[in-house]
């Protein structure tokens, strides 16, 4: 079973849509979670982070965790052309370091 | 733009050769962690450095070693390349006083292995 976990996709989505992205993990003690979107041939750029049960929402994008089910999950409304990218799910399990584990992302296409 | 820089931008190397990739983090971060994404995958933990000591490694041979200087700027190490070894390397920066000890990547260097 991998650490981190996610549709790879693609996930196609008309403009203005709702975007739904979904990532499971195993270790249940993980502290941190993190949404990354990474464009292609770019690098991964922070976009959530969230440590608390429930919701979290910055401009256009909500993330939803739920440690008892291990799943953390990002909302992006209104969805754009130039939403379209990659998206990956990180955790920072627990103890030790600052290692982050990262899906293998899934990838969003929003179609005008 | 996150503040950290990384160099070269591309690099082509033959199997065998040896490289060295180098990152500086964003002001005021005094962790640098090294990551290793192939085409298709998330990246992948390499080692992160804090205070100048390797403090965690992931799962790579020790062909692959590090260095941090007193002013947190870093360099990543690669004895003997193998073709695997072909990928995308990115540095991330980080504070752990924060509360999520967010992690923030420089633009990466593309490294070719023929």
């Known amino acids: 079973q991998k650490e981190v976990e996610q549709n790879s996709g693609p996930l196609s989505v008309p403009e203005g849509a709702i975007a739904s992205l979904n990532c499971t993990y195993s270790d249940r003690g993980s502290q941190s979670f993190f949404w990354y979107r990474q464009y292609s041939g770019k690098s991964p750029e922070l976009i959530m982070s969230i440590y608390s049960n429930g919701d979290k929402e910055d401009g256009r994008f909500t993330a939803q965790l739920n440690k008892a089910s291990q799943y953390v999950s990002l909302l992006i409304r209104d969805s754009q052309p130039s939403d379209s990218a990659t998206y990956l799910c990180a955790v920072r399990l627990s103890g030790g370091y600052n290692k982050l584990i990262f899906g293998a992302g899934t990838r969003l296409a929003v179609h005008p | ?114």
């Open chain 2, 1 to 114: 733009e996150t503040g950290v820089t990384q160099s070269p931008t591309h690099l082509i190397k033959t199997r065998g050769q040896q490289v060295t990739l180098r990152c500086s983090s964003q002001s005021g971060h005094n962790t640098v962690s090294w990551y290793q994404q192939a085409l298709g995958q998330g990246p992948q933990f390499i080692f992160q450095y804090y205070r100048e000591e390797e403090n965690g490694r992931g799962n790579f041979p020790p062909r692959f070693s590090g260095l941090q200087f007193p002013n947190y700027s870093s360099e990543l190490n690669v004895n003997a390349l193998e073709l695997d070894d072909s990928a995308l390397y990115l540095c991330a920066s980080s504070f752990p006083g924060t509360r999520n000890n967010e992690q923030f990547f420089g633009p990466g260097t593309r490294l070719t292995v023929l």
